[in-house]
């Protein structure tokens, strides 16, 4: 397997611990840096070679980990970042996906799941917790006023595919068109709807009654 490096932002000590050694166990991951806090991960992120993933916790001391979410969406948006949280409440998975969230997952996850959203995640998919796909879904089927991102009709395509948790393989296949071009529509979809990530264009396609 392709090896991955994840630093784990996280500010439960004895949680952060459990986490770092079941981590720690698989032989593709490696917990490079642990940070109880996200003015600490920042302090490293200017001076270390930064991860792969970010698996961070919303409730943290000085600065959320949402403000973190936006703050890396706009200086590192290369680094995916996968929420690890106890928060369950619509109004904080939508913020999270759309301030860039690659992944929200809550900790009553296994650490299998964790595994399994970590690798998603780092293949530039996405993850989420059964309760959260819920929600995702509801927004879905929820009516709401549309907003004119100038999206095309093909983009709105690949953005409903995307809400049903196709891969882009998959959108290329059931819409007749490369590999490629799907990439380019979502680069188009992402500078139009001012996201960083396929979960944060599903997000904000859903608030904005596009989709």
Known sequence: MIPITIWLVEDDAGYRRNLRMSLGLEDHITVGR??????EFFEAL???APPDVVLMDLGLPGMSGLEAIRKLSSEAPDIAVM???VFKDKEKVLEALDAGAAGYLLKESDG???VKGLREVFFGGSALSPAVAKIVVEELRKPS?????????REVEVLEKLAEGLAVKEIASVLDISVGTTGFHLTNIYKKLQVQSQTGAVAKALRAGII
């Open 112 to 114: 299998p799941e964790i």
């Open 34 to 39: 642990v940070f109880p806090s996200c003015i």
């Open 46 to 48: 200017g001076s270390e």
């Open 83 to 85: 929420v690890l949280t």
């Open 145 to 153: 006023p549309a907003e004119d991102f100038n999206l095309s009709s």
